[in-house]
């Protein structure tokens, strides 16, 4: 008799087999969508980056930066052409032609391909009126500056604020004095035997006003000095097409704030990367350029006398107060003022001619201040005794103007330039920064149609990757530099 078999094994080997073959198709295709994604989002990483790789070399060179141009070395800036090359990256890093014999190796599990990507955010350095960039350059010379350094710019600050040492126009004061003294200023005589006889009398400050008249450049450089004759066409660069309401815009979402420590450091920065008188930078279309920020002027030498009569005109105001606290020098000044009231016959005026002089005696020293600054020297805010130059008898003479001796106590020509940046509307010499880097770039090859509202800081992108079978992923990144 034939011994039955059983076929429960064959059957629970068919059910098992079937629940690890649904496992393993589960495992595979949650391996493929996984791969999908994470590879996916590499390749928007690794485009992005791609982007940012492309940065202008000539603004890293000369000032620093890293900017994407969006002319890429065109005269048509536009965000389709930062769009395209995010694009041709995406599809270059997803396409797999170039791979050898990929159908005979490997088959393509993944299949994806790029179905959109489009910019939603684009910052550039002009956004925000500059604040963006401002942030930039103060991050680009941290390293090198500090707390100290925006301690004493406040400092300084606070020193011109408490003395309204840029409130006061000392110049227009004299004209109104003199206007008054002009009154009692006629011809004066008297009788000597008989007949009347003409004095001729000059006000203790007349070669002064004279000196005035001649404008401060006159005085206050070296003999021999040439001045910068460039000259530049300033409607062609940012400042102008922004008035025009001809620049790009970005759309960016986050606000900007800069903190008083950025928008010293950033100062700090165009002093580092601009030229002034005394240092000029070689190459460049302006000679006195942190001069032409602070002025805004197309011809150096207009820039150049507009900082040095704002520096005269701020040390005329601190000298005046200096000698109306110092006893002794006021004790001289009324003995002169007194004898010029008295040639004239009018003791009532000896306030008038007081005033005078002690503003004569001022500017003829803020003249001399000015120049030690232009030549290198120091010249302290508020001075002391020991800081003064001139005797009350250079107002009456020729002074000697030339600087004959060191001075190292006190501020330099960059430390009031500095206090002059500080103290001058941010977005204006922010844009006019802004100008002198388009100069200098577009002398280099390849950029001479470059624009600084062409340069993109960060991106935001939104791409849309499918799969041959079936996923469908968005992606979103923002990235900046760092």
Known sequence: MKKRQGGYLTIYVALSLTAMLSLCLTIIEGARENSIRWEAE????????????????????????????????????????????????????LNLEDVSYVDFIYKDLLELQLADVWLKEVTLATDFGGKLFQKRA????????GMQTLENVL????????????????????????????????????????????????????????MRAKGVLTWVLEEGTIISGQQVDLSQYITARRKRGDINLGNPIQMIEITPLESVLFHEYIIRYSGHYGKTKKGS?????????????????DNLKSVAMTISGLREVANVIYLNKC????????????????????????????????????????????????????????????DWHYDLDSILTTADMEVKKQ??????????????????????????????????????????????????????????????????YVIERRKKYE
Request: net charge negative.
């Open 42 to 93: 590499c390749i928007m990483d690794v485009g992005m980056n791609s982007v940012l790789a492309e940065y202008h070399r000539e603004l890293l060179n000369q000032y620093n930066l890293f900017y994407i141009d969006s002319s890429y070395g065109s005269a048509y800036p536009s965000y389709y052409n930062t769009e395209a090359r995010l694009k041709y990256y995406l599809e270059q890093n």
């Open 407 to 472: 001075h190292k106590k006190g501020l330099s020509y960059e430390d009031y330039l500095r206090i002059l940046l500080y103290l001058e509307n941010q977005e204006k010499i922010t844009f006019r920064f802004m100008d002198l880097m388009e100069m200098d770039i577009r002398l280099t090859k390849g950029n001479e149609a470059f624009r600084m509202d062409s340069c993109i800081e960060s991106i935001g992108v939104q791409a849309v990757i499918k799969s041959g079978y079936g996923y469908e």
């Open 285 to 301: 279309l302006l000679q006195y350029q942190t001069e032409y920020v602070i002025a805004g002027k197309e011809k150096d030498e």
């Open 155 to 210: 400092d300084w600050v606070k020193t011109i604020d408490d003395n309204e040492l840029l409130e006061r126009d000392i110049e227009d004061e004299k004209e109104k004095i003199d206007e008054q003294l002009d009154e009692y200023y006629e011809t004066k005589g008297g009788l000597e035997n008989n007949q009347w006889i003409e004095v001729e009398i000059e006000k203790p400050t007349e070669h002064l006003d004279e």
């Open 138 to 145: 103060a991050e680009a010379i941290w390293d090198d500056s």
């Open 327 to 386: 006893s002794a020098k006021m004790d001289m000044i009324k003995i002169l003022a007194k004898v010029a009231a008295y040639a004239i016959f009018t003791p009532e005026a000896e306030e008038l001619f007081k005033a005078s002089i002690v503003m004569g005696w001022a500017y003829l020293e803020s003249v001399y201040d000015t120049k030690v600054l232009l030549a290198g020297g120091k010249v302290p805010l508020m001075k002391e005794d020991e």
